[in-house]
């Protein structure tokens, strides 16, 4: 039997430093075997990051979350009859005094084949204003895609 998703990963959006869990349930015959992704790589499990299973639910664990740990988090149940997946979306927000530098790239790549990036179509621009005054800036940014897995 194909396997079949019982318990489906749910997104989340923690705090710099929070522990994550992401948890699943899947079936079929043979059992099928379960292997987690981020950011359609295979996982590598550490001493921060942790996989397990009990009672048939496999738990991904992260110990202290990092910026660099969002992402797109995928569980794949596979067998010889066939695969499916559930997938999720980790947001992990760091100190908000201490902002990271942001840096847009005109032209960027793809990190995959199955995303775009997303791209400034128009750039902000300069502006002067008496002091009290508003300033409205605006730009324009195409968003990415994500394209349907095969």
């Known amino acids: 039997m194909t396997p079949t998703i019982l318990l489906n990963l749910k997104s989340l959006k923690v705090n710099s430093g929070d522990p994550v869990k992401f948890q699943t349930q899947a079936k079929g015959d043979p059992a ?3 292997t987690w992704f981020k950011d359609d790589e295979p996982l590598v499990v550490s001493e921060r ?7 048939g639910i496999h738990t991904l664990l992260i110990m202290e ?5 969002s992402g797109c988090y ?3 149940a596979e067998n010889t009859h066939g695969k499916t997946y559930t997938r999720a979306y980790l947001n992990v927000i760091g100190n908000i005094s201490e902002p990271a530098e942001a840096q847009v790239v005109d032209g960027a790549k793809p990190l995959s084949s199955k995303h775009t990036q997303p791209s400034v179509e128009v750039s902000l621009t300069d502006q002067t204003a008496k002091e009290g005054s508003s300033v409205k800036f605006e ?3 195409l968003h ?3 394209a ?3």
């Open 32 to 34: 099928p075997v379960l």
């Open 139 to 141: 730009c324009t940014i």
């Open 49 to 55: 990051v942790k996989e397990f299973v009990q009672d």
């Open 148 to 150: 349907d897995r095969k």
């Open 74 to 76: 995928e569980c794949v």
């Open 144 to 146: 990415s895609t994500f």
């Open 65 to 69: 979350s990092i910026a660099a740990d």
